[in-house]
C-alpha cells in the first residue's frame, strides 16, 4: 500500500526537533480513514531530491492532538533543510500509533523506528 501526500510544510509545535530531538516536516491533511493511520517508512521528494525518512501519519495522541497530520522525519537529517513544497510517500507501515505515557517513551520509540528504518535503508 503507498500513500502519497504534497503540499507546502507547515510550522508545527517544534516538539520533534527541540523537546524529543527528532526534527520533522509537516504536512496537514484533512480526512484520513483511521485504519491508515501508522507509522511508515517513506521517502520525500524536494527539490530534486529523494531522501529516506520515517513518516507518522494521523494525530499525535502522546500530546493529545486531534490534528490529522504527516510528520516526516528524514534520517540523514541536516538542520538547513526547510524545503517550500514536498511529496511524501508512505509505503511500509511498521506499527500503529499510540498514546505513549512521556515525551521520553516515545523519543525510546522513535529510536527504535529510526534504526528499524536505517536497516531497511541500508544507511
Known sequence: ??????GRPVSG??????LIGFPTINLELKEIPEQ?????FSYIYFES??????SHL???LTFDEKKIKCETHIISWRSDISPEMVKVKLFKKI????K?????????QIKEDIDRARKYFKI
Not at 500500500?1 to 504534497?6: A, E, N
Not at 491508515?36 to 511508515?40: A, C, R, S
Not at 505513549?100 to 525510546?108: K, M, Q, R, T
Request: proline share 5%.
Open 1 to 6: 500500500m503507498k500513500l502519497i501526500f504534497s
Open 13 to 18: 509545535s517544534q516538539r520533534g526537533g527541540r
Open 36 to 40: 491508515k493511520w501508522g507509522v511508515y
Open 49 to 54: 531530491k529523494k531522501l529516506p525518512a520515517i
Open 58 to 60: 494521523g494525530p499525535i
Open 95 to 98: 506499527r500503529d500509533i499510540k
Open 100 to 108: 505513549f505515557s512521556s515525551s521520553a517513551e516515545l523519543a525510546d
